[in-house]
């Protein structure tokens, strides 16, 4: 990616779900929280991957950390989404969710647009093909 830096830190977003989290908002680092990372292995089947890279972001924002602890833990049923946000590395700044996306219009405004870019990809709802699996 280019040398100049994202218009937004990459950390300011959720890994799981991609949103966008607000400097009072409460976020869990990945690499600290191993039981959040475990139950997002047991969820979606996938690892937690990239956090040894700068461009990744090794968040969790404070919805999907309580959801999917309450799922892994069996007391709730599960979160809105069967595939999460997926990451890559941007290829420069117009492929870079960090500096295209917008969280900090008015409170007036319309809900903040996530576009699905080469290097992301939104979330995917639970259908058939893709059911709320069991918890532990």
């Not at 409170?107 to 979330?123: C, M, N, Q, R, V």
Request: glycine residues 2%; contains cysteine.
């Amino acid at each position: 990616m280019a040398t100049r830096r994202c218009k937004r830190d990459a950390d300011s977003f959720c890994y799981i779900c991609g949103s966008f989290i607000k400097v009072r908002e409460k976020k869990y680092d990945l690499s600290t929280n191993l039981k959040i990372c475990e139950a997002y292995q047991a969820y979606f089947n996938l690892p937690v991957k990239n956090q040894d890279k700068k461009w990744a972001t090794h968040v969790s924002c404070n919805s999907c950390s309580y959801n999917l602890d309450g799922w892994y833990r069996g007391e709730k049923t599960a979160i809105n989404f069967a595939v999460p946000r997926t990451w890559k590395e941007p290829s420069d700044h117009t492929d870079c969710c960090f500096c295209i996306v917008n969280p900090l219009r008015g409170k007036h405004s319309k809900k903040t647009f996530y576009p699905d870019l080469p290097s992301t990809s939104a979330p995917i709802p639970h259908t058939e093909e893709n059911p709320v699996p069991a918890p532990r």
